[in-house]
Nanobody, 121 residues
Framework: VQLQASGGGLVQTGGSVSLSCAVS?????LGWFRQAPGKEREGLSC???????DYTDSAKGRFTISRDKVKNIVYLQMDNLEPEDTATYYC???????????????????WGRGTQVTVSS
């Protein structure tokens, strides 16, 4: 399984960014995570093979995850961005089937390279 994230960049406070992650191979859950300098990697959102979703507090209300199962791409739409959202963003895959996905980094075993998102004040 390989994952490739894209779509990061520089955006002003209050702006939006849409991230994409192309996936090769069959997976069940796909998740988005981020890591800021000096901080632990944190979960943001996930979407399972049945369309179930999970959002952590950092993502609720501002981020939206979606998945194109035909193209095998997972998206993360991020709105109303703040400087605190500056981080490297990663997508990851969980090959194990679960009834509902959970956006917890330790549950994901295949990771793509990150894409940088920088929010200027």
């Amino acid at each position: 399984v390989q994952l490739q994230a894209s779509g990061g960049g520089l955006v002003q406070t209050g702006g939006s960014v849409s991230l994409s992650c192309a996936v090769s191979g069959f997976v069940h859950a796909l998740g988005w995570f981020r890591q800021a300098p000096g901080k632990e990697r944190e979960g943001l959102s996930c979407i399972g093979s049945r369309g179930d979703t999970d959002y952590t507090d950092s993502a609720k209300g501002r981020f939206t995850i979606s998945r194109d199962k035909v193209k095998n791409i997972v998206y993360l739409q991020m709105d109303n961005l703040e400087p605190e959202d500056t981080a490297t963003y990663y997508c990851a895959a969980d090959l194990a089937y679960t009834l509902s996905c959970v956006a917890k980094p330790s549950l994901y075993d295949h990771w793509g390279r990150g894409t940088q998102v920088t929010v200027s004040s």
